[in-house]
């Protein structure tokens, strides 16, 4: 922490909750945000894991509460589990569905109970890409569109990248792409396209920005 942590947490918030406003006012067809601070690991009452203020949570909270809307997922695909957007969910379970590959790709801990609103996946640690796709069709995204979203909101983590220091996971630039444009078909098809996607992790710079930029080429479909 330094003298301007919580000017750059509430700036982050903040700009959540902006992007919100402006993809469901449709001045914005979706939106990135490479935010100053990261938010999946923070608690209703409690600042955890470089996050101060749960980012993605406020902005799905603002998206029912000021937007009138009834189904919201947050898809989190982090390489660590987003515990605090869980603990979330699991007090406000209207609305709200959490989608979360590997349980955020969590590899080493038991995720615990899973709640209706809340739907876990996990993968076991590979060492090459090619089980994660399939895996990902067939539990994941059915689910969603089982739930019709009416807008979808993305923990947008990049640690699971094969050079990341913090993941054990070996996906590249092209998963990340892979991913997007499921979830972006998901959009389509239920919510007019709305995506609002969200920085979490990622750290090894060169990785994570390669992997990033896939993401973002996906969200404006070149």
């Not at 997007?180 to 920005?209: C, F, P, Q, W």
Request: include cysteine; aromatic fraction near 8%.
């Amino acid at each position: 922490m330094m003298p301007h942590t919580l000017d750059a947490a509430l700036f982050a918030a903040g700009s959540v909750v902006q992007a919100v406003d402006l993809v469901m006012a449709g001045e914005m067809d979706n939106a990135f945000l490479r935010d100053s601070s990261t938010g999946h690991h923070a608690e209703y009452d409690k600042a955890m894991g470089f996050c101060f203020f749960n980012n993605i949570a406020v902005g799905a909270r603002h998206a029912v509460r000021h937007h009138g809307l009834e189904r919201v997922a947050i898809v989190d695909f982090d390489v660590h589990h987003g515990n605090g957007t869980e603990t979330f969910l699991k007090m406000i379970q209207t609305c709200f569905m959490r989608l979360a590959t590997n349980t955020r790709f969590i590899l080493t801990s038991d995720p615990g109970a899973s709640h209706d609103n809340i739907l876990h996946m996990r993968l076991k640690q590979v060492l090459v890409v090619t089980p994660f796709k399939p895996s990902s069709q067939s539990n994941y995204y059915p689910a969603l569109d089982a739930f019709k979203p009416q807008l979808v909101m993305i923990s947008a983590g990049f640690d699971a990248h094969k050079e990341d220091p913090m993941g054990q996971l070996r996906l590249s630039e092209s998963d990340f792409t892979w991913i997007t444009d499921r979830l972006m078909d998901v959009a389509e098809r239920h919510s007019e396209g709305k995506v609002v996607s969200v920085l979490e992790g990622g750290y090894n710079i060169d990785a994570l920005g390669r992997a990033a930029f896939c993401h973002i080429k996906s969200l404006m479909k070149l």
